[in-house]
Structures are given as structure tokens and as C-alpha cells.
């Protein structure tokens, strides 16, 4: 359907564009027309497709809701009288077998066979409006391509019309940018105003008990108190401070010795490197961590705890033997290693951006490499190389898949990184991936998280984008 | 400075002299310790690369073979009804025999049997109903079959189930690994290369589990992707870059891009599930969606590639288009972006590499639920590689560990080819002015 549609309108196209081409030709016959004849196809073209191509997007986005609304106008009593979520289910099954499909649902009695005369209704209503939006289509199409034709002249200055209209092309392009911005945020906040209606902002961000699960009925929100987010927060910031411990020291000494030290020819090997790692998915990463790095270090550390039971540290020996595969080091560990070239690459620019004479000047006072690095380069460049930390960071709390398969999911106020704690982007995942009604609390609470999420991340870059911009004019 | 500042010309055998030695000894020793920092650094970085992709390796190769075994059966017409095919129960018919060939009799309650058919896929029984189904005159005959080993039973050919792990902690009885190790004496047991895995969708059981699906449902993602991002991003790159004036709005879409760069990918599933999914209504888990979804991801990426190819032609190549007459679109679609294409393309391949890789927007899409078989379309549910890489990993099957190792892998192998690409094209076309 869609495929024919689409050729149809490329041949139309087409044939305008050839239309517009001729009659440029035969009305510039001995005269110097303005624009080339291309340029008169290509407007005619414009102006026959872009007016038919509006009005089928138009019927592709609205014809669904309206055919719906079609239907529930006349909706006969006796489904009327259903509850609200059974009469969904039945319109659903409605446009399901209108379109020839099997009922998802077992209808009984009368339903049954008002299913079968309402999907008829549906298919009736569906069909008419196909074929309006056909002729309204076509219509569209012809009255764009004669004013077109109509205005084919010697003098007609074709080709600024058409730039204007790619000049314009590529503006939409870039508000895109702008759409997808306001898209995310108008999603998330409309969502959570909806979640914030039941569960107060301050008891969201401060409360201590998070149990979304047991709040499944309705009427339990707000009254188990099982919507605090705070044990999420602590459990995110652990693991993002464990990943920056690993990724920081390691990130900054390669991308001191790569900018420093490193030949061409190390450089040429060590970046790729770098980059392999920077490339690999980060559900890798969580496999990595789920399957090879969490039971090797839970042997280690219940191995450690089988020498220190019984002993004197016996109670820290009895707890390293329970430790298990999920802790927050693990997932905090594996972060860790994915953020390394990503501290290093961004480090490794900033230090390459101080000036020259900087270092020369060190090293006419008689300092060494590391006492220049440390002296004079490392402070130069300190804005700079917070700023990327920064957006390692954002990085850290916004990473998902990796805390989803190696982190856990119970919610502890801990800062133990043996621990299994769980983060904002787990409970995203874990309430949105159940089997889940969409209006529930549950499903709204991970909107919530994500509205945190976002603003939290968006801070931090915007902080980190005026740091390095600062530092970048400072020596430019 | 005056003469009576400096020092005597011929210093004396300064006593400090061996201060300064000692001195200039430790802060050469400083030096080389913080060389050695950095190169330790960088070893370990390659050091984890290193254990990661040697430990999926080692995980993973095994997946790329397996084992299948080839008996012959009695298609016995008294357990057959000729009127009902569809209707006998294979599996049992296959295990009674192999149990009858290795001189064991059955139990009353058949725990024997069952035991035998735990060593064959689901896939024997079903061959077998397929092919009495297409041709009744089977019954009564004594047919081969070739059909691929029980998931447990391969793991023991592959040495990952030991006898020496207790009984109970295995998923195979000692009685089992006797039977296995008398089917493998009489060789009906082969090994091979395992192309199931490439040319089946997901599946429960883990020896019928593929690839397949999810790769065609990667790849269909990746086009819709691909489709939109590429053009949006080129085109909204080349406006910000050639055409817009430096004003208040293209200063907030500048800020814009950036920000949207950094954006937990997360963030993007909740708005494909808020707009795509519960507001437009298009088909949940559908590659359409997908790509929609990582379209938008990938779209400032691609701008901001395109952007700096974009800059690096010279402006000298503008000014002498606009002199020859063009006009400002003309000298960039026919001269600039023409020039700027290796590093567009580029950064678009790395972008989509970068894509195919991506996992939790997909997830919270409904990509997570279980898709046999093969998608068939924008449309239809479909998986995709890493998703099945997710969904694998949670699988309680000790078969499944093996072909996560494996599917990461394929994930992998087309991510590196991607890689190629772009490198090769960054080499091959590539100008510096």
C-alpha cells in the first residue's frame, strides 16, 4: 500500500518535473529565459508533490483518531455500559478485525456479534476515508501543479524560488534539533506532573523507601511511602564515584603520556587501541561484568573471607563470604574501563591545546617532563580537564546496560562498594520493561526518574561545555 | 644585573655538589616513576581490552559448533494413526527406541525415556511429524533422521559438564552420560559447524536459538535510521554551517545539538515510548520504531561530523564558485558538500555503528519481549543483536551462556567491518588542504 503510493507519487513527480521542463522550453523559444529549464521543472515539481505528499502524512497521522472518534459516536448502548477499560479492549479488538485480524479477546453474547457489525462499521468508515484522502490527495497535487505551469515564464526567476524552498528544507532540518529538545522534555514532564498528582515531588526526591513493585494497586500509592527515590540516588553516585576512580587516574596519566611522552608511531598505535575500546557496546561491557568480572571478584573477596573467618576480623570474614556477584564495585569496575578513552581522548586534547611556549618556557628553567606536567602544564590545564571529568560523570550516571546486568536491583542507602545497590537507569528499565499498564504509578514513576535523570545530565554538560569554553578561549 | 651579582668565574669545589647530585638523582628517578605511571596506565587499559574480548572469545567460539545426532526410527504404525499424523507423540517414539537400541528398559512411569528424550531437541520430534505429515507412507518404514543433540548433551561433548561435578549439581544424570558416551561410540553422534545459529530467528531452546532474526532486525532498524538520520543531519549541518547567520537562533540550535549529544541514551526510550509508542500508536518492539528512535540519538552526532568536514574545506573553494556566477546553494551542493562527502560519510558510518550498538532505548521500546522467527517487516515486532545479547544473558539455560558469547561476537564482527569502512574511507579520500 505504502510502496504503491510512493511510486505513484515519484512518477507524478516525475511527470510534473517534465510538464514544467517542456512548457519552460516552448515558452522561452528564442529568448534568454532567467533560470535554466531544470530549475523550472524542479519548481513545478515542488509545488505538484510537496501539496499531495502534505495531505497523505496528514491522513496517515489523523485518519486512525478520527475513524475512532467516528466509531465511539455512535457506539451502540450496550458497550457503552462497559467499563472504561473493557470498552478500550473492544474498540481495540474493533480495528483489529476491520482490518481482517483475529480478536485479541473472547467476546461473549451480544458483544460478540456487535464486534462483527461495528468492525464493519469501522472497515465502512476506514474505507471512505481512504479514498477521500486519495482524491483529496490527487486534487492537491493537480491544483499545485497548474498554478505551477501557470507561472512558467522567460522572466520567472525559477531557481531562486527553488533555493528558497532547499534553503527552507534545510532549516526544518535543523529544528529538528530544537523538535527532538522539546520532544523530551514536553514527554518527561508531561508524564511526571502526572506521577508528581500522586506522589509528592519532596517525598520523591527525599523519601528513603523505594518499592514500586508492592504498589501496584492503585489505591496503595502514597500510603506505603514505596516511591522515595533517594536510596536510587546513592546507589547511581556509588557506582558513578567507583567508575571515576578507575577511569580518572588511569584516563588522565594515558592522556599525559600520549600527549607528552608518546612518539608518533606509539601514538599511532596506542589511540586505535583506545578507540577499540571506546567502540565496543556497552551491553558488552555488561556481559563482562555480569558473567566474568562479578564471579571472579566474588571468589576473590569470599576467598579473602574464608582466611579471615574465624580469626580476629571474623565478622568482616563472614560478610566477604556472602558477598555476591552484584556489588556495586563490579558495575562501578566495568564503567570504569568503558570510560577510560573517553577521559583520555577528551584530557589528551586539553593538554595538547596549552600553548607551546608554556612547556618551552619550563623547560628553559631546567624543569623535567613530569615536573613540567605537574608544574605548569597540569594547572594550565586543570578547568579544562575538570570539565571533561564533568562529562565523564554525566556519562557514568547516564549509562544503562551495564548497571542493568551487573548491578542489581535492591535499594540500599549504602555506600559499602561491596554492596548490591541499584541506580536511576536500572529502575528505569526494570518498571518499564513489566508487563505494565501505561496510566499505572509504576510505569509513571520511571518518567519521574527520567526527568531527574535528564535534568541532572544536562546540568552537568552545560557546567562542563562553559568550562572547556572558557579554557579554550583562554588560550586561543 | 651588575657584574658583582654573578659568581666567581671558576667556582670552587662547591661542598653542595654532592646535595645537588643526590638531588638531581631523585628528581631524575621522579621522572622516570611518572613515565612508568603513564605507560602503566595505558597497559592497563590494554590489559582490560585484552581480558574482554579474550574472555568473550573464549566463551563464545564454542557456539560456532555443535552437535548433532543421526538414528534411524522405526516409524511404528501402531503409535502413528495413519488418519492423524499430526496427532502421535515423536519424541517419545524416538527415545523408546534409542532406549530399546541400548538394551535399557523402560520404567513404568517412563522416567527412563524421558531422561533419553532430555539428550534430543525438541527439533527431532518435530522434523520426524513434518516429514510423516508430508509423506503418511513413511509409517511402518524405517527412516534416518539427523537432528541436533539436546542442549545439556552438546555441553557435555564440548566438556563443559563434568563427571567429576556430584550428580545433583548436574543437569545430567551419570545414567544420561552412559547413554551419551555408548551414542557417541557408535558414532551416531557428529560434530559441525553450527548453522542453525545463523540461520534461525530466537528460540526457548537454546540449540534452535539464531541469530538470524535479530540480525535482520538490526539491519532493517539501521535503514530507517540511516534514511532519516543521514539526510536530516547533513542537511541541518549544511544549514547551520553555510547558510544561517550567526544570530540568537542558530545559537540556541548550536546549543542546542551539543547538549542533545550528551543525552543519556535512556532518556531517548522514554520519549520513543511517550511520542512513537503512546501517542502516535505506531507497533510496539517494530523496527520502524527502532530506528525512529535511533535516528533522533545519532542525528546530532551526525551533525556535529558533518559540521567539522564542513569546516575543514577551504573557503577558497566557495569564493571561486560564487565568482564564477553560482549561487550560494549551487556552490554548495556542487562544490562544498561534494568536498566535504569522505568525512560526512565517515562520521555517518561511525554514527551508525554507534547505533547498532545501542541497547536501552530499544529496551524500553518493548524490544525485550521474547521474538521468534525471522520479522517480516517495518512493521512487525522484530528483536535486534544487542537486545538478544540482553535477553540471552538473563536465560537460566547453561546452553545460552555460550551463544551470548557468540552473538557478541557476530555484534562485534559487524561493528569492526563498519569501522573498516570509515577508516578505509577516511584514508582513501581524505584531503588535507
Known amino acids: 500500500m505504502i510502496l504503491l503510493v510512493l511510486i505513484l507519487l515519484i512518477g507524478f513527480s516525475a511527470a510534473a518535473y517534465w510538464a514544467g521542463r517542456r512548457l519552460a522550453r516552448r515558452r522561452a523559444a528564442g529568448t534568454r529565459a532567467h533560470s535554466s529549464l531544470g530549475y523550472h521543472g524542479a519548481y513545478v515539481l515542488l509545488w505538484a508533490a510537496i501539496p499531495a505528499l502534505v495531505v497523505l502524512i496528514l491522513m496517515a497521522v489523523f485518519s486512525t483518531g478520527i475513524q475512532y472518534q467516528l466509531l465511539l459516536a455512535d457506539a451502540p448502548e450496550a458497550i457503552r455500559a462497559l467499563d472504561p477499560m473493557r470498552q478500550g479492549a473492544f474498540w481495540y479488538d474493533v480495528l483489529t478485525v476491520a482490518d481482517g485480524g483475529t480478536p485479541q479477546q473472547i467476546w461473549a453474547g451480544p458483544q460478540a456479534e456487535l464486534l462483527q457489525s461495528e468492525a464493519q462499521r469501522a472497515a465502512r468508515i476506514g474505507g471512505l476515508m481512504t479514498l477521500g484522502g486519495a482524491v483529496a490527495a490527487v486534487l492537491a497535487g493537480l491544483i499545485g501543479l497548474g498554478l505551477a505551469l501557470r507561472r512558467v515564464a522567460p522572466q520567472f526567476r525559477a531557481r531562486n524560488r527553488v533555493e528558497g524552498w532547499i534553503a527552507a528544507f534545510l532549516f526544518v532540518c535543523s529544528a529538528i534539533a530544537i523538535l527532538t529538545t522539546l520532544g523530551i522534555i514536553a514527554s518527561l514532564l508531561f508524564e511526571s506532573l502526572r506521577f508528581f498528582q500522586s506522589v509528592s515531588p519532596l517525598e520523591f526526591l527525599f523519601g528513603t523507601q523505594w518499592s514500586p513493585q508492592i504498589a501496584i494497586r492503585a489505591d496503595q500509592v502514597g500510603q506505603t511511602g514505596g516511591f522515595g527515590a533517594a536510596p536510587l540516588f546513592v546507589g547511581t553516585f556509588l557506582i558513578m564515584m567507583i567508575a571515576m576512580l578507575v577511569a580518572g587516574p588511569i584516563g588522565l596519566f594515558s592522556a599525559i603520556y600520549l600527549s607528552e611522552y608518546a612518539g608518533p608511531r606509539q601514538r599511532a598505535i596506542i589511540k586505535p587501541v583506545l578507540e577499540i575500546l571506546a567502540g565496543v557496546p556497552t551491553v558488552v561491557y555488561g556481559f563482562f561484568a555480569a558473567l566474568t568480572v562479578g564471579p571472579a571478584l566474588r571468589g576473590f573477596f569470599n576467598g579473602v573471607g574464608a582466611q579471615l573467618a574465624g580469626g580476629p576480623l571474623d565478622s568482616l570474614g563472614q560478610y566477604l563470604m556472602l558477598v555476591q556477584n552484584q556489588m556495586a564495585l563490579v558495575a562501578g569496575g566495568v564503567m570504569g574501563i568503558m570510560l577510560i578513552p573517553f577521559v583520555s581522548s577528551l584530557s589528551d586534547d586539553i593538554i595538547n591545546a596549552v600553548p607551546q611556549s608554556l612547556r618551552d618556557g619550563s623547560y628553559a628553567m631546567g624543569a623535567t617532563k613530569s615536573e613540567t606536567v605537574k608544574r605548569v602544564l597540569l594547572p594550565a590545564a586543570l578547568p579544562g580537564i575538570a570539565g571533561a571529568f564533568l562529562l565523564a560523570v554525566s556519562r557514568a550516571i547516564g549509562e544503562t546496560m551495564i548497571v542493568t546486568m551487573a548491578a542489581g536491583l535492591a535499594a540500599r542507602m549504602t555506600l559499602n562498594p561491596l554492596d548490591t545497590v541499584t541506580t536511576v537507569t536500572v529502575q528505569i528499565v526494570t518498571l518499564l520493561t513489566g508487563d505494565q499498564e501505561f496510566n499505572s504509578p509504576k510505569t509513571l514513576a520511571a518518567f519521574g526518574l527520567g526527568l531527574t535523570l535528564f535534568i541532572v545530565t544536562l546540568g552537568l554538560n552545560i557546567i562542563a561545555q562553559q568550562i572547556v569554553q572558557r579554557y579554550r578561549e583562554q588560550y586561543d | ?433
Open chain 2, 1 to 433: 644585573m651588575t657584574d658583582a651579582a654573578l659568581p666567581p668565574a671558576v667556582a670552587p669545589a662547591r661542598p653542595a655538589t654532592a646535595a645537588i647530585q643526590k638531588r638531581l638523582k631523585a628528581r631524575y628517578a621522579r621522572e622516570k616513576r611518572f613515565r612508568a605511571y603513564g605507560l602503566i596506565a595505558i597497559g592497563i587499559a590494554v590489559l582490560f581490552l585484552a581480558v574482554l574480548l579474550g574472555s568473550i572469545v573464549k566463551q563464545g567460539y564454542s557456539a560456532f559448533y555443535t552437535h548433532a545426532v543421526t538414528a534411524e526410527v522405526y516409524l511404528d504404525p501402531a503409535v502413528i494413526d495413519a488418519s492423524n499424523p499430526g496427532g502421535a507423540n515423536y519424541d517419545q517414539l524416538i527415545a523408546s527406541q534409542q532406549l530399546a537400541e541400548l538394551g535399557v528398559a523402560d520404567d513404568e512411569r517412563g522416567t527412563r525415556s524421558t531422561a533419553m528424550r532430555a539428550l534430543f531437541s525438541p527439533d527431532a520430534g518435530f522434523g520426524l511429524r513434518e516429514r510423516v505429515i508430508e509423506d503418511p507412507s513413511l509409517i511402518g518404514q524405517t527412516i534416518e533422521f539427523t537432528a541436533p543433540i539436546g542442549d545439556d548433551a552438546d555441553l557435555y561433548f564440548k566438556d563443559d559438564i563434568s563427571r567429576d561435578t556430584p550428580q545433583a549439581q548436574r543437569r545430567l544424570s551419570d545414567e544420561q552420560l552412559a547413554w551419551l558416551d555408548r551414542m557417541e561410540q557408535s558414532g551416531a553422534v557428529t560434530s559441525g559447524f553450527n548453522s542453525d545459529f545463523f540461520t534461525r530467528g530466537d528460540s526457548t531452546q537454546p540449540e534452535l536459538a539464531g541469530v538470524l532474526g535479530a540480525v535482520i532486525g538490526s539491519a532493517l532498524m539501521l535503514l530507517v535510521t540511516g534514511l532519516l538520520a543521514i539526510p536530516i543531519g547533513v542537511g541541518a549541518a549544511v544549514y547551520l554551517e553555510e547558510f544561517a547567520r550567526k544570530n540568537r537562533i542558530t545559537a540556541f540550535i548550536e546549543v542546542n545539538i551539543n547538549n542533545l549529544a550528551a543525552v543519556p541514551s535512556i532518556v531517548y526510550g522514554l520519549l520513543g515510548l511517550a511520542v512513537f509508542i503512546n501517542w502516535m500508536h505506531l507497533p510496539r518492539a517494530s523496527p520502524l520504531v527502532g530506528g525512529l528512535v535511533l535516528a533522533l540519538m545519532s542525528l546530532p552526532t551526525i551533525i556535529i561530523a558533518t559540521r567539522s568536514a564542513l569546516k575543514a574545506v577551504p573557503p577558497s573553494i566557495r569564493e571561486a564558485a560564487l565568482a564564477m556566477g553560482a549561487s550560494r546553494t549551487q556552490s554548495v551542493f556542487h562544490h562544498v558538500l561534494p568536498l566535504a562527502m569522505p568525512g560526512v560519510m565517515t562520521g555517518a558510518i561511525l554514527a551508525m555503528a554507534h547505533a547498532l550498538g545501542e541497547t536501552a532505548p530499544l529496551l524500553l521500546i518493548g524490544m525485550v519481549s521474547f521474538t521468534p522467527g525471522i520479522p517480516e517487516g517495518l512493521t512487525s515486532p522484530s528483536g535486534a543483536l544487542p537486545v538478544l545479547v540482553y535477553i540471552w544473558e538473563n536465560a537460566s539455560e547453561r546452553a545460552f551462556h555460550e551463544r551470548t558469547a557468540a552473538a557478541i561476537l557476530v555484534l562485534l564482527a559487524f561493528m569492526i567491518v563498519m569501522n573498516l569502512v570509515a577508516i578505509v574511507l577516511r584514508r582513501r579520500f581524505e584531503r588535507r588542504w
